[in-house]
């Protein structure tokens, strides 16, 4: 019952690799993002995606590409990893009220990101 | 520019007290809303309490009081009748703007610690 999955929940891999993170959700929300927490726990936006176009996309190395196949769904994934891509990755999704302010976020569990 | 600022890196409280974690933003925009995110050792980001620029009252939900000073640019989380279960981080953050586009911009945290 999930409300925000993300899968893997730990990803070990060496420099250099491709991987991809998956992320969906089941709250009916039309807005999903991805969030970066580096290792002092330091939250940043990294893409926001509204209705799958992108609406958002941060000062991001294009290493990282975001796809958005429907609404429910957010996926990162990433190219040529380097050491500092290092990091937990968190993806989160809301449903936007033209005008409001509280657009209110929820997050899933984080995937861990380790690059050898 | 928008920032946010959380000067408690640690703070101990003893359970059953209360203990007030503080935040500070700052923004020129006149619509915002402000946040309180808390993330356990387990890592998942849970939503708390939600204040909005505009509203009048201070926000509560259950244990959780937003204590907002609009004038002051603050939003201070209160925790009543602390629990064990309430240590972890916890993250104040801030989306502005009175469109529908705008991401969450995070403090650095506050680690709260609940001694029995």
């Known amino acids: 019952d999930t409300a925000v999955s993300q899968t893997p929940k730990y990803l070990v891999t060496q420099m250099g690799n491709d991987k991809s993170i998956k992320c969906e959700q089941n709250l009916g929300h039309d807005t999903m993002y991805w969030y970066k927490q580096d290792s002092k726990k330091f939250l940043k936006i990294m893409f926001s995606?509204?209705?799958?176009?992108?609406?958002i996309n941060e000062t991001v190395p294009n290493r990282f590409s975001p796809k958005s196949p429907d609404k429910a769904h957010l996926n990162l994934h990433i190219n040529s990893l380097e050491l500092g891509d290092s990091a937990v990755y968190f993806c989160?999704?809301?449903?936007?009220?033209?005008?409001?302010?509280?657009?209110?976020?929820?997050f899933g569990a984080g995937t861990r990101l380790s690059v050898l | 520019a928008q920032k946010i600022t959380q000067t408690q890196p640690g703070m101990f409280v003893q359970e059953k007290e209360a203990v007030t974690l503080d935040c500070t933003y700052d923004?020129?925009?006149?619509?915002?809303?402000l946040f309180w995110y808390k993330q356990p050792s387990s890592g998942e980001m849970i939503f708390l309490i939600y204040q909005g620029s505009y509203d009048q009252q201070n926000a509560t939900e259950g244990r959780y009081s937003l204590n907002f000073q609009k004038a002051r640019k603050s939003a201070n989380l209160v925790i009543s009748a602390s629990q064990l279960g309430d240590s972890a981080m916890y993250f104040c953050a801030m989306r502005f703007g009175g469109g529908s586009q705008g991401n969450l911009i995070f403090g650095k945290g506050t680690k709260l610690s609940v001694k029995p």
């Open positions: 995606y509204n209705n799958k176009e992108l609406i």
């Open positions: 989160a999704s809301s449903l936007l009220t033209e005008g409001a302010a509280k657009n209110i976020q929820y």
């Open positions: 923004t020129s925009d006149p619509s915002y809303g």
